[in-house]
């Protein structure tokens, strides 16, 4: 492992954050191009974990601390990050809606997120649908995406998306909805932009909004 | 072989699991009917009966099912369901005598749907106290020791006696919540044992029974432990080995799931009382021991 990015990458991998913060501390200091580290680094980590998720090879623990690790080199990465390099890709309100306290599938998606490279803001669990309004009013982010796990809180999803269309915020965002009831007819009819069925299929959704 | 001193409420009517749905979406009641006779065989002492949103669009559905269940099997029923008119009316329809004379159990109380505790007086009933949150300052937060666990299930149990919603403290079972361990880097599992062993040693609980479901437990998990044992079902075993003693006695969980306790030196159960005294990245690593060769 002699190409430092490489290093760097494989670390943030493996979980391993304090060797993943000092192989990039001496990357920099050795010179190398920190927009680089940042996308040979860091999003191609991520997006190596987040396919061994899907796949299978990888569980929940692994995609964790991964994801932790690059929140740790992050910070050091940054204040060198210059032009192109230091802007996010995208920015996205994330939350699990109201009456809904389930938080894995949602942090899962935030983590992706965050590995590819785009500026999340996490609102929790619970979240009320004016909440979500007053939310993309002030961060002004390309999506919204919500998370709900029960048959019961489903509905929520449909009040939100009407409390934005109401705000007059509908046609600014991108709406995506996941969760294990979800199905892609009801995404279709709540009027949500798509539905993915896992964490990996959301960031290309995410991807191709902005790619195209 | 069960385990002497544990209660099973058996979970599987519930849409959550995929083969019950299908039984919902064609309203397949002989096939609902027989996974409840295949959980009364299997050992459960009462069956918890989860409609779904059928039940909330149509309060007879839920009637329904709990008329063709009560007519093949005569175990207690758990009712779950948040919505006050549909278990006002399925608690109307409950018929003891084929229990046994048993009463019916709510579920769920907390303090989130309080109102849910005066289906208490529709008729004599048991309930489960739902203790991993509670309202504060208009709001409900999350527990977050298992100090406020035993202090929102007592103060649950006091008020419910006092205001005369139950017979005794045999009517009420402590839910104390069961984290997945593959995302608890907050001790929530530590949280939910310490609230267990609390309420389990507190003599103005004594007779209160303590429960929870270990279906959270081991999601997101692969199938088999570093040792190639059945890593969900060992660590279900494992839960159960730490919090009997503590004065865990009663399970949502599955009849035929053949629960035990396992022996000091099982794999499984030294590395989950390692893990669930750990916290953040620490936590997560340990748990990718339990199921990662080295």
Same mark, same amino acid.
């Given at each position: 492992m002699s190409d430092p990015v490489e290093t760097i990458k494989e670390w943030v991998i493996k979980g391993k954050k304090n060797e993943a913060v000092a192989a990039t501390r001496d990357a920099l200091a050795a010179g190398t191009d920190p927009g680089s580290i940042m996308k040979d680094g860091l999003i191609a980590a991520m997006s190596v974990v987040g396919q061994k998720y899907s796949s299978g090879e990888f569980f929940l623990p692994q995609m964790m601390i991964a994801a932790r690790a690059m929140t740790e080199v992050i910070p050091v990465l940054k204040p060198h990050l210059v032009g192109e390099a230091a802007e996010s890709r995208g920015k996205a309100v994330i939350g699990t809606v109201q009456g809904d306290f389930h938080d894995i599938g949602k942090n899962i998606v935030r983590m992706m997120l965050e590995g590819a490279g785009y500026e999340v803001v996490d609102l929790g669990v619970d979240v009320p649908a004016d909440k979500f309004v007053e939310t993309v009013r002030r961060e002004a982010p390309q999506f919204v995406l919500m998370s709900a796990l029960i048959t019961l809180t489903m509905e929520s999803m449909r009040r939100t998306i009407a409390a934005l269309e109401a705000a007059g915020l509908r046609s600014v965002v991108k709406i995506g909805v996941g969760g294990a009831p979800l199905t892609h007819k009801f995404a279709a009819e709540i009027g949500a932009d798509f539905y993915s069925e896992d964490a990996y299929g959301c960031v290309q959704r995410c991807n191709d909004y902005i790619a195209a | 072989m069960p385990i002497p001193g544990l209660t099973i409420i058996g979970e599987r009517i519930n849409p959550g699991f995929r083969s019950t749905q299908a039984l919902f979406d064609d309203e397949d009641f002989a096939g609902i009917q027989a996974l409840a006779v295949r959980q009364a065989q299997a050992g459960a002492s009462y069956l918890n009966v989860n409609a779904g949103t059928k039940a909330l669009k149509d309060p007879h559905f839920m009637v329904e099912v709990v008329r063709a269940i009560q007519a093949v099997v005569d175990l207690p029923l758990s009712l779950d369901c948040p919505d006050f008119a549909v278990l006002k009316t399925v608690l109307e329809a409950y018929d003891a005598a084929k229990a046994k004379g048993m009463k019916p159990v709510i579920n769920s109380i907390s303090e989130s749907r309080w109102e849910l505790a005066e289906l208490m007086k529709v008729r004599p009933c048991k309930a489960i106290l739902m203790s991993s949150e509670q309202e504060r300052d208009g709001r409900i937060v999350p527990n977050r020791t298992g100090e406020e666990v035993h202090e929102v299930a007592k103060r649950k149990v006091k008020r419910l006696l006092a205001g005369g919603y139950a017979e005794g403290p045999d009517d009420f079972f402590v839910d104390v919540s069961i984290a997945t361990l593959a995302a608890d880097t907050e001790g929530l599992i530590k =949280?939910?044992?310490?609230?267990?062993?609390?309420?389990?040693?507190?003599?103005?609980?004594?007779?209160? %029974?303590? =429960?929870?479901?270990?279906? &959270?437990? *081991?999601? %997101?998990? *692969?199938?088999?432990?570093? /040792?190639?044992?059945?890593?969900?079902? %060992?660590?279900?075993?494992?839960?159960?080995? @730490?919090? =009997?003693?503590?004065?865990?006695?009663? @399970?949502?969980?599955?009849?035929?799931?053949?629960? !035990?306790?396992?022996?000091?030196? &099982?794999?499984?159960?030294?590395?989950? !009382? !390692?893990? @669930?005294?750990?916290?953040?990245? /620490?936590?997560? =690593?340990?748990? @990718? /021991?339990?199921?990662?060769?080295?």
């Open positions: - | =949280m939910a044992l310490e609230g267990i062993r609390l309420v389990g040693a507190d003599p103005d609980m004594a007779g209160v %029974h303590v =429960m929870g479901g270990l279906s &959270n437990l *081991p999601q %997101h998990l *692969p199938a088999k432990a570093a /040792d190639g044992s059945d890593l969900k079902y %060992h660590l279900e075993c494992a839960f159960l080995t @730490v919090a =009997m003693p503590l004065g865990f006695d009663t @399970v949502l969980g599955t009849p035929w799931r053949d629960y !035990r306790l396992l022996p000091d030196d &099982n794999f499984v159960l030294r590395e989950f !009382r !390692r893990i @669930v005294e750990l916290r953040e990245s /620490d936590a997560l =690593m340990a748990v @990718v /021991d339990l199921y990662q060769e080295p």
